[in-house]
C-alpha cells in the first residue's frame, strides 16, 4: 500500500481565535416579564425623572456659562484658577452628581484617587456605554479628549467647555499631533493642569474583555492610574455597542429601572519603568493587563478598525461579525494595513455571499476560482482552514492569502506557469493550451475552461499573453498557490514512484518547505 503524503500544520499560537470573539455585540434579551415590569415602573418614574433632570440642566447651564465667561479653548489656553477651578470641583461636580441621581444611577466607589502630581493620566476602562461620562463626575472634572464639534451641542457643549478638553479635529490633518503634543504638555505640567481622563479602548465593548489600548495617553511615559468600571445588575439596560439597542432604547430601559448600579474602582497608580517610557505601546499593554486582571476579563487584539470592517461586511451582505479579524494583531504579524483588509473583505464576500453565518465550504471555494474539488485545491482548503472545522472564516481568508497565497505570486512562479501552458512556446497561451493543462493537472476530462479563459483573456484576442496572466494573478493570488501545492503533489508523486515506501513528508523535518505552512516570524 501507497505510503500516503503527511504535510504539517503548524500555526501560531499567537494567530490562533481569541479567547472573546466578538466583543462589539449586545446580546441582551428580554422576557415578556421585564418588559411589562419596565412598562409598569416607567409610567411613574419616566415623567418623574425627566423633571427633576431639565430642573438640574436648568441650573447647570447658567452656573457652565459662569465659569467660561471669557475663558478662550483655543490658542494659549491656561488652566483654570481661582474661582473658576473652585466652582468646577464643587458646584459642576455636585450638579453633575445629582444629575445622575435623578437617572437613578446608585454609584459605589472603590480605592482612593490619587492627585495629578502623582499620576496625571487616568485610564479608565472597559468603556461599553454613553453613561460612562459618570466617572468624570466622581473623579472631580479632569480634562478629556473631546471633538471640536461637541463644543457646538447644545447645553451640553458648555458642560464639555469646563472640563477644558483636549480638542480633537477631523478636519485638521494636523490634529493628532497637536492633540499628543497638548496631553503630553498637561501631563508633565507638574500638576498645574488637572488629570487627563482618556478610555484607551476608542470605542465601546460589552465588557467581556479588555481590547487594543491606543498608545495616545501613555506616549508622555508619566504614571498612570487605571480606573474600571463596573454594571452589576440583573438587567444590562446600559451597554451601548455596534451591534444591540439603540441609544434610545437603553436610555429609556435605564430610566424604568428602580436604580442602576455602577461600580467605579481606582487602582494603585502604576509607575512606568524606563523601557515602558520608551514604548507606549508596551506601556498601555502592561496598564491593560493589570486593568483585566482586576476585572478578571481576557484581553484581545480587536480594536476600532474592526468595527470599520463590521460595517463594511454589513454592506457587503455579510454577517456583521464576519468582519473581525483583531485588526491590531493581523496588521502587526502581517504587516497589512486596514485598506488592504478591506480589499480583501470583497474578495471574502464574492465567495461567501451565498453562504450562510459568512464562512466558505470547499464547495463554495471551489466554484470561485471555477474549479472542481480535487486533491491539490483540497490540499490548499486545508493551509487556510486555520482551525479545521471545515470552513474558511475572513480571519482565515485574510492570514491564509497574505502567508500563503502572495509569496507564491512571484514574477518567477508565474513565468514558470506561463511555460507550462504555453506548450508552442509563442508567448501566447491558445484556449486549446489553457484547457489541455487544467484537465491533466485536475484529472477532469468534462471541464469546460471557457469562463475562467475569457476572464484572464483581458482584451478578448482569443488568446492570453504574460501581462493578462500576470494582472489576473496579482487580483486573484489562490490561483498561483494551488499551482505550486500542485507542483508539490507531482514531485511527491515522482519521488514515490522512484522510491516506493520510503519517503514521507512530514512537519518534523529541518527542511520542510515554507509553502506548506502558515508559518512566520513572531
Known sequence: MPSQRVFALPRQQSLLLPAVINPFVQDTKLSKATIIKCFLQGIVLVPLRAILISLVLMVTWPVAVIITFKHPLKGAVAPMTGWRRLMCQSVMAALGRAYYFCMGFRVVVKGKQVGSGEAPILAVAPHSTFFDGIVCIVAGLPSTVSRVENLATPIFGRFVRCLQPVLVSRKDPDSRKNTIQEIVGRAKSGGRWPQVLIFPEGTCTNRSCLITFKQGAFIPGVPVQPVILRYPNKIDTVTWTWQGFSSRTLLLLTLCQLYTTVEIEFLPPHIPTEEEKKSPALL??????????????????????????????????????????????ISRKLNIKWDNVRKELDGFAAMASSCKGGRIT???????????????????????????????????????????????????????????????????????????????????????????????????????????????????????????????????????????????LSGSGENQEDSTSDKKED
Do not use: W
Open 284 to 329: 498601555a499593554s502592561k496598564v491593560r493587563d493589570i486593568m483585566a486582571k482586576a476585572l478578571g476579563v481576557p484581553v484581545t487584539d480587536h480594536t476600532y478598525e474592526d468595527c470599520r470592517l463590521m460595517i463594511s461586511a454589513g454592506e457587503l451582505t455579510l454577517p456583521m461579525e464576519a468582519g473581525l479579524v483583531e485588526f491590531t494583531k
Open 362 to 504: 470547499i464547495k463554495e471555494f471551489a466554484s470561485f476560482l471555477k474549479l472542481p474539488v480535487n486533491p491539490a485545491l483540497e490540499e490548499l482548503f486545508a493551509l487556510f482552514d486555520r482551525n479545521g472545522d471545515g470552513t474558511i472564516d475572513f480571519r482565515e481568508y485574510v492570514i491564509g492569502v497574505t502567508i500563503l497565497c502572495r509569496p507564491a505570486n512571484t514574477e518567477e512562479v508565474l513565468r514558470m506557469a506561463f511555460r507550462l501552458f504555453d506548450i508552442d512556446e509563442d508567448e501566447k497561451i491558445t484556449r486549446e493550451e489553457f484547457t489541455a493543462l487544467l484537465r491533466s493537472a485536475l484529472g477532469v476530462s468534462d471541464l469546460n475552461m471557457a469562463k475562467l479563459f475569457k476572464e484572464i483573456d483581458a482584451d478578448g484576442s482569443g488568446f492570453i499573453t504574460f501581462s493578462e496572466f500576470q494582472a489576473f494573478a496579482m487580483t486573484h493570488p489562490e490561483y498561483a498557490k494551488l499551482f505550486t501545492t500542485y507542483l508539490e503533489l507531482q514531485r511527491y508523486q515522482a519521488i514515490q514512484e522512484a522510491t516506493p515506501g520510503e519517503l514521507q
